[in-house]
């Protein structure tokens, strides 16, 4: 577990708490509105492979235990700042979350933001590099 020192956090704007999220979450048609898919999208139909993943990394999507979420809305809600979220833009970021996070039901707090599911056999691991460069911003 990370000491509190090491987990930098970012003040967010008022409203903009996780209570803020979670209303936010909880309006009719939040699902289209957070994902950017529209009204008639239904989370978690899609099947998703990583190579839409990173082809949508500027709209935010990324991966989390095989789920595709689009993290963009999420992101002046996030109290670890805009520059540590964005970092799993376009990739897996499920290492990265579980050194942070991993007492946290993400799948619950992003469940609006759920694109769809990775393709079986498409979910990466991150590389060394990524690892590496990704342990400055946790």
Not at 104 to 116: H, T, Y
């Amino acid at each position: 577990m990370p000491s509190m020192e090491s987990r930098r956090k970012s003040p967010v704007a008022p409203g903009y708490s996780q209570m803020h999220w979670m209303r936010l979450c909880n309006k009719p048609g939040a699902a289209g509105a957070l994902t950017g898919l529209g009204p008639s999208h239904r989370p978690g139909a899609r099947r998703v492979t990583m190579e839409e993943v990173r082809a949508h990394k500027a709209e935010g999507w990324t991966v989390l235990r095989g789920k595709v979420y689009c993290i963009a809305q999420y992101v002046p809600f996030h109290p670890g700042g805009a520059r540590t979220l964005l970092s799993g833009a376009g990739r897996d970021m499920t290492k990265d979350f579980d050194k942070v996070h991993r007492w946290v039901n993400a799948e619950f707090m992003m469940e609006k933001c759920l694109v769809g599911m990775l393709n079986d056999g498409q979910q990466e691991t991150i590389s060394e590099e990524e690892e590496h460069d990704s342990d400055h911003l946790a």
